[in-house]
């Protein structure tokens, strides 16, 4: 049979025990990748990129995604299984080891089960029983245990750790902490003012740093404009002033599709460095941040509502800013000293929030006062080597995130025992419960293999484990020993959504793969 339809692909289809297998053996393979960098005395993997060039990491995600496995069906499991890092890194920053391990448990534990069905109905539901312990004893972050959640999520580096704990203790809890390079190399932390838009990339394309998915603009221009450009000719004095300058622009505002393209087609041929956002908020709130945003940055908003006319935007109406990051969720802006004016802004606020009776006005006020006095801690990472910075960027970004899951949800003893607990603790009922309870040891039992600590009895007490570093049982909280409670309830979350969609397949179908090298 001839196929001369390039969209017609050749397909193999595996069943039952045989699709099985490979399933697994590529979930395996990948998990036995990625769980050796768990806890504490977890190791560093190194691997090839495209390129030929070593790298070495010991992010799970990282380690994950540089996985490609020659066998299709392995692979299709392998992919599958990454979902769960991807995700989970996604919703929370960390965690992504944590669960492709709890994964791999739950896909082994539940192999041999053949009722598909009852056996997802009740890991499901025991998931919602632990997800439930965790909440119910969580802890509030304070004082050392900010240092403690940063020191290990930067591999029980105390010196980095204290680093990024003293960032977000100087900005306070209505401030962000980005990361940078630093020109050196040391390692240190910049404070300057600014602000966090909950408005993230309008197009994967604008971004600059396409391995972290941001887009980054030194010294950028602001434009605000509080409605639609609905053309390019709108903005045109705009851009050839931003061009004729050679500086970045930031454009806040809705856009059409006619603009979005026609700018990207402009960034990708470097003409211009240039991101859009939309307009953060909305009806109230969103004139608000519009206004402030206007205030902070020195620029004028465009309001055709109020008059203002489109086509005759010119360059003074922009402001600007010292640096801008736009990642999926937010846009971070660091801007100049306003001095007198915003202690005047800030105090005017103050006043009308002690006077305001009216709840929701007062829940707004407090939020531009929350965006106004709001700073931003920039942590710049220094390394000796390109290989070296790669490896401390990508534990100090895994630390971030921790501390800031940490500060919204809270944490629970660390090395796996908070699950452990929840196993030992929770009254599970029926098998698909008992599974999960069974699965959840594994990141406790992972911890202690990567430590080589083979003769050890499991704990019993209610937040007591091993210090891996001495192989001492301690109370886990006070010795420093924590996990933030969303990364763990996301790795859980998404570990079960992966691994019982899995389980419920019973074919694998793929495409053909044709050995170029043989012909």
Known sequence: MEYNNPSQLVKHLNFGSDANDKIMSGVDQLAKAVKSTLGASGKCVIYEDAMGRPVITKDGVTVAESVVLYDPVENIGATLIKEAAKNTVKEAGDGTTTAIVLAES??????????????????????????????????????DNLRYVSTISCNNDQELGSIIADAYTKVGKDGVVLMEESETDETYTDIVEGVQLESGLTSPYFATDNERSTCELENPYILIVSGEIPNIRKIQNVLEHVIKKNRALLIVAEVSQQVKSALLMNKVKGNIKVNIINTPGFGPTKRDTIDDLAF?????????????DLDLIEPDVLGEAKFCVTDDKNTVLTTYDLGEDLSGRVEDITKSIKKEKNQYIKRRLEQRLAMLNGSVGIIRVGANSQVELKEKKDRVEDAIYAV???????????????????????????????????????????????????????????????????????????SGI?????????????????????????CVINNIRIDNASS
Do not use: Q, W
């Open 296 to 308: 902070l940055t020195g620029a004028k908003v465009i309001n055709e509502e109020l008059g203002d």
């Open 404 to 478: 800031k899951a940490a500060l919204k949800e809270g944490i629970v003893p660390g090395g796996g025992i908070a699950l452990l607990n929840a196993a030992n603790t929770i009254k599970f009922e029926g098998i698909g419960e008992e599974i999960l309870a069974k699965s959840i040891k594994a990141p406790f039992k992972t911890i202690m293999e990567n430590a080589g600590i083979e003769n050890y009895d499991t704990p019993s007490e209610i937040g007591v484990g091993y210090d891996v570093t001495t192989g001492k049982l301690v109370k886990m909280v006070d």
């Open 482 to 506: 924590v996990d933030p409670v969303l990364v763990t309830k996301t790795a859980l979350k998404n570990a079960v959504s992966v691994a019982t969609t899995i389980f419920s397949a019973d």
């Open 106 to 143: 739950l896909l082994k534990t539940i192999e041999s089960n053949k009722d598909v069905r009852e056996t997802k109905k009740g890991i499901n539901s025991g998931c919602k029983k632990v997800m439930e312990y965790l909440s119910k004893h969580s802890e509030a972050v304070s004082g």
